[in-house]
């Protein structure tokens, strides 16, 4: 072979590379009429994504609709004796859906872990009770998931990443005239938005805060019940949730079958707790159940008050370890007494799910003690600190004293030597 002819060799290599790769990496190796023609009449899927998975997979039209992709001829390509089933009722999508989906011999090629009970688990949900119902304006899988543009959830694309979660439920509950007559509101994503989770994840991007899915489900996606929803939160919140169980509340309300956690703290518009929760006035939560005297009022005054009297004293103390750092005093004993009094506050803050005022006193008592103690460690930094001070004035003081000394005892000899020589 030439040389000359070397470079043409590789043009010629790298431009069968450009065509055939990606026809390689989605899977079209073969003839697809399909695509052909619905490019070719600009006909495409909207949405459509040449990263859908199951493009990806290999899998392309003749995979879900049937039919013949290698056939010429439209009518032929698109029979019945080719399996053309086109494109599926609203009704009949999980079960199209499930066809692969519920197989796990087929299923576990692709994922040997991958859940295969997604169809069973979507009929018992609110959206496929009513589907199943004949409601066809409820949620189906390419609702979700959409047809042609389906990527992995992991894929911040994804209309299933935690980040495009709420605003994908929200297509359809937010939609006044959808939801017009189901007795749902539309202002959920509004509320979530604003809420302590909701920040979390949108704003701050951490994808462990939940969203819609955490708390109601994926395919099988259900309101939570009275008796639930403190098992939801309490799949986070664990300590907050063994409390409140055992307590005299937590057994009120399952009795009486209020929603115990969203009771005090609300659903989707979920704020930061504070300690104000407990304070009782005009406009305190508490109040709508409990009044001036009873026991409740009682438990909530004295809870509050030590915790208000512990985070003032561990404020306290970090106070005075900042003023030992400014100095450049020695301050390890100090933040160990603090690391242990911030963590004690969130576990007095914890212990209020047992409305136990007791456990509280106790454990306030605990608290305040590392913050006493930091702070009288932080007296004796400054103590040393002013020690040295007044140590280094006095050497100092001392210093100035001999060097004064030394001067005026030079001038006198200089005084002796100038009257000798005179």
């Given at each position: 072979m030439k040389l000359s002819s070397i470079p043409i060799l590789i043009k010629i290599l790298s431009l069968s590379l450009v065509c055939i790769f990606p026809m390689l990496l989605m899977g079209e190796t073969e003839v697809n009429t399909c695509v052909d023609c619905h490019v070719e009449n600009d006909l495409m899927p909207e949405f459509y994504l040449e990263e859908d998975v199951h493009q990806h997979a290999g899998m392309s039209c003749a995979g879900c609709h049937g039919g013949d992709p290698t056939a010429e001829d439209m009518d032929e390509s698109m029979s019945e004796e080719n399996g053309f089933v086109g494109i599926p009722e609203?009704?009949?999508?999980?079960?199209?859906?499930?066809?692969?989906h519920s197989n796990i011999e087929y299923m576990r090629v692709y994922q040997p872990r991958i859940p295969t009970d997604q169809e069973s688990q979507y009929y018992t949900s609110a959206h496929g009770k009513k589907l199943y119902a004949g409601d066809e304006r409820v949620a189906q899988c390419s609702s979700c998931h959409t047809a042609h543009g389906i990527l992995p959830a992991k894929d911040t694309r994804s209309s299933v990443h935690p980040f495009n979660i709420p605003a994908t439920c929200d297509q359809c509950h937010g939609d006044t005239k959808l939801m017009a007559g189901t007795g749902h509101g539309t202002n959920q994503l509004n509320d979530y938005a604003k809420s302590i989770h909701g920040v979390a994840l949108l704003e701050k991007g951490d994808v462990?805060?939940?969203?819609?899915?955490?708390?109601?489900?994926?395919?099988?996606?259900?309101?939570?019940?009275?008796?639930?929803?403190?098992?939801?939160?309490?799949?986070?919140?664990?300590?907050?949730?063994?409390?409140?169980?055992?307590?005299?509340m937590g057994q009120s309300s399952t009795s009486q079958e209020y929603h115990n956690c969203e009771q005090c703290h609300g659903n989707h518009a979920i704020m930061k707790p504070s300690d104000e929760l407990l304070n009782f006035t005009e406009s305190s939560l508490c109040m709508d159940c409990h009044s001036e005297d009873d026991a409740g009022y009682i438990a909530s005054a004295i809870m509050y008050s030590h915790i208000r009297e512990?985070?003032?004293?561990?404020?306290?103390?970090q106070l005075r370890m900042h003023d030992i750092q400014i100095k450049g005093m020695n301050d390890v004993d100090i933040q160990y007494m603090l690391k242990e009094s911030k963590q004690n506050l969130i576990q007095l803050r914890t212990l209020v799910h047992t409305f136990d005022a007791q456990q509280v006193t106790q454990k306030s008592i605990e608290g305040k003690g590392f913050s006493q103690q930091a702070i009288e460690l932080a007296q004796q930094e400054i103590k040393e600190f002013n020690g040295r001070r007044m140590g280094f004035g006095i050497a100092t003081l001392a210093f100035v004293l001999l060097a004064i000394a030394l001067y005026m005892k030079i001038k006198l000899i200089d005084k002796q030597k100038s009257n000798i020589s005179s």
């Open positions: 609203k009704q009949d999508i999980p079960a199209f859906c499930g066809k692969c462990g805060a939940p969203a819609c899915n955490d708390c109601h489900g994926n395919h099988g996606a259900a309101p939570p019940g009275a008796e639930s929803v403190s098992h939801i939160c309490g799949s986070c919140h664990l300590n907050n949730f063994e409390y409140f169980k055992t307590s005299k512990s985070d003032s004293l561990y404020q306290e103390a």
